[in-house]
């Protein structure tokens, strides 16, 4: 079993920076960031496999940039030039199986998550 615990969220202006950490109890194959606003489903952000591959949304490409350690264990994901519709709950997703997906399904292992609001 693995714990994932998030932190680093918070309020910010359009237009700034947050950088939210993940830190998870054991190493891991894939990490992956989601996020979930109110009445809408969790939506895949960006994920990070053991490798150092990395994938991301289209609505966060060139803004966001996910990044890990090198057990896997730990995954950052630094987000610039802020928009009030990246206002959301964030979670951290974790999976040890050798396959890294882009939806929630995919993961096993989650953290609580950690809010992120962007105002206009």
């Known amino acids: 079993q693995v714990q994932v615990v998030e932190s680093g969220g918070g309020s910010v202006q359009a237009g700034g920076s947050l950088r939210l950490s993940c830190a998870a109890s054991?190493?891991?194959?894939?990490m992956g960031w989601f996020r979930q606003a109110p009445g809408k489903e969790r939506e895949w952000v960006a994920i990070?496999?053991?490798?150092?591959?990395?994938a991301y949304a289209e609505s966060v490409k060139g803004r966001f940039v996910i990044s890990k350690d090198n057990p896997n264990m730990n995954s950052w994901l630094q987000m610039n030039s802020l928009k009030p519709e990246d206002t959301a709950m964030y979670y951290c997703?974790?999976?040890?199986?050798?396959?890294?997906?882009?939806?929630?399904?995919?993961?096993?292992?989650w953290g609580q998550g950690t809010q992120v609001t962007v105002s206009s």
């Open positions: 997703a974790a999976r040890t199986a050798r396959w890294c997906g882009r939806t929630a399904s995919d993961y096993r292992y």
């Open positions: 054991g190493s891991t194959y894939c």
């Open positions: 990070i496999g053991s490798d150092g591959i990395t």
